[in-house]
């Protein structure tokens, strides 16, 4: 099940819907009037903020030597991190 805050357009009342992501289209075809709303508190994640191969190098520090064996093979076209 998944938590969608929403908001009336006119009253400003605002609550959360609890249903099945399958559920939730049709919902908003029944309920016009609301509308999905985030706050701060609420709003979905943006997922890592980074560089991935810095952060795959500070991880994983060997990471770049198999790299460098794969890359040994005849015909391979891999380059190091």
């Known amino acids: 099940m998944a938590t969608y805050p929403v908001k ?3 009253t400003g009342e605002m609550k959360d819907v609890i249903m099945s992501v ?3 289209d049709q919902w ?3 309920n016009p009037d609301w509308e999905r709303y985030y706050t701060p508190e609420n709003a979905p994640g943006v997922g890592e903020v980074g560089e991935w191969k810095d952060k795959l190098r500070a991880k994983n520090p060997g990471w770049n030597d198999v790299l460098a064996k794969a890359a040994s093979v005849p015909g391979s076209n891999i380059q190091k991190l």
Do not use: A
């Open 8 to 10: 009336h357009k006119e």
């Open 22 to 24: 399958h559920d939730w």
């Open 28 to 30: 908003k075809i029944d």
